[in-house]
Nanobody, 125 residues
Framework: VQLQACGGGLVQAGASLRLSCAAS????????VGWFRQAPGKEREFVAA????????SYRESMKGRFTISRDNVKNTVYLEMNSLKPEDTAVYYC???????????????????WGQGTLVTVSS
């Protein structure tokens, strides 16, 4: 499966953005889809994940309440709704997918086999 992430951009602090991760060459039906981000000079970190089969979700603790991951069955797309954005949310956001993911592994970067190209989110103060 190929992943296409989009929706990034330049916004002011406090604004919202919705990122999209679309699948081609297959469906997300048996996959877990995760969002990760990487800020300049920092390691890639987990943001949120959703398991398609049962809608199980996992979030980075610091993002609970601000970020929401969801799916669209018809469009075969996973979304990351980001609210109350802060300058420290500035990063390249990547979506990733893999099959057979257990909940305890959702936050692990090494869990994911397929990766999209990333979309840049810049939050100005």
């Amino acid at each position: 499966v190929q992943l296409q992430a989009c929706g990034g951009g330049l916004v002011q602090a406090g604004a919202s953005l919705r990122l999209s991760c679309a699948a081609s060459g297959g469906t997300f039906r048996s996959y877990t889809v995760g969002w990760f981000r990487q800020a300049p000079g920092k390691e890639r970190e987990f943001v949120a994940a959703l398991r398609w089969s049962d809608r199980a979700t996992s979030y980075r603790e610091s993002m609970k309440g601000r970020f929401t991951i969801s799916r669209d069955n018809v469009k075969n797309t996973v979304y990351l709704e980001m609210n109350s954005l802060k300058p420290e949310d500035t990063a390249v956001y990547y979506c990733a997918a893999s099959q057979g993911v257990i909940i305890s592994s959702m936050k692990n970067l090494m869990t994911y086999r397929y990766w999209g190209q990333g979309t840049l989110v810049t939050v100005s103060s």
